[in-house]
């Protein structure tokens, strides 16, 4: 439940998670904002924190280049 223009709203909504980097997180922003139906649709970037070094390198080695264009 959500509150918006003034009234209160009990929509179905789903949660993305994507795993990237900082630095594409304007990007991925921007596409989000595109496509979304809603005004102002949440859009929250959460650092990692923990002692997983494998998993960092996986996501930095993850997206480097995409290997498909316009994913989202």
Do not use: R
């Given at each position: 439940m959500?509150?918006?223009e003034g009234k209160v709203n009990a929509?179905?909504?789903?949660?993305l998670i994507i795993k990237s980097r900082t630095d594409l997180l304007q990007e991925i922003a921007s596409e989000?904002?595109?496509?979304?139906p809603y005004?102002?649709?949440e859009i929250i970037g959460t650092p990692i924190f923990?002692?997983?070094?494998?998993?960092?390198?996986?996501v930095f080695e993850s997206t480097?280049?995409?290997?498909v264009k316009n994913i989202l």
């Open positions: 959500y509150s918006w929509d179905p909504e789903y949660l989000v904002i595109k496509l979304h005004d102002v649709p923990g002692d997983s070094k494998k998993y960092i390198d996986w480097k280049e995409p290997t």
